[in-house]
T-cell receptor, first 115, second 116 residues
């Protein structure tokens, strides 16, 4: 069974600064997907970024980028130029590439962006 | 808007009662997942359906059941409700049409269940 670990329960960053959220996972599979989801106070789950394990290039979406280290089973999220609207819970998630595989989440990191 | 629709958005009911939560996946998505999120906690996987059949089961109580209908919408039935069942229940869907074609899951806005 896959497990996803987020070791930082809470983090704080000042507006316009950069912050990195950590995530590690454990799997015996070679082909899978990794995701970061954002959950703002509205509680909506919003997909931030996605990474396919077979791609060596790190995914980037505007101010959000990942550092994917497959051998180390590490998948960190970097938020550049932090904005107040980035304040949210961030969940790292794993999904096998097999058909209809479930999504396994970490426990989340609460990010507070301050002025 | 993710394209996943959950109804109702809010539900308040008494202990011992039974409720049904409904989920309509995005058009074309075959896989539906149900998750439970208690206050200030992570998402607990309950159950997954793929094209009408149960695919995976998580920490789902025996008092809970689900199904996916031929039109691919899904219902989560919660019975003999207890105070501890109060939570946000999410439905998500993904394409999952073939091996290697699995994609990210898109979430509905959730149903907030309050048991009093």
């Amino acid at each position: 069974a896959q497990t996803v670990t987020q070791s930082q329960p809470e983090m704080s960053v000042q507006e316009a600064e950069t912050v990195t959220l950590s995530c590690t996972y454990d799997t015996s599979e070679n082909n899978y997907y990794l995701f970061w989801y954002k959950q703002p106070p509205s509680r909506q789950m919003i997909l931030v970024i996605r990474q396919e394990a077979y791609k060596q290039q790190n995914a980037t979406e505007n101010r959000f980028s990942v550092n994917f280290q497959k051998a180390a089973k590490s998948f960190s999220l970097k938020i550049s130029d932090s904005q107040l609207g980035d304040t949210a819970m961030y969940f790292c998630a794993f999904m096998s590439a097999g058909t209809a595989s479930k999504l396994t989440f970490g426990t989340g990191t609460r990010l507070q962006v301050t002025l | 808007d993710s394209g996943v629709t959950q109804t109702p958005k809010h539900l308040i009911t008494a202990t011992g009662q039974r409720v049904t939560l409904r989920c309509s996946p995005r058009s074309g998505d075959l896989s539906v997942y149900w998750y439970q999120q208690s206050l200030d906690q992570g998402l607990q996987f309950l159950i997954q359906y793929y094209n009408g059949e149960e695919r995976a089961k998580g920490n789902i109580l025996e008092r809970f059941s689900a199904q996916q209908f031929p039109d691919l919408h899904s219902e989560l039935n919660l019975s003999s409700l207890e105070l501890g069942d109060s939570a946000l229940y999410f439905c998500a869907s993904s394409v999952a049409s073939s091996p290697g074609m699995n994609t990210e899951a898109f979430f509905g806005q959730g149903t907030r269940l309050t048991v009093v």
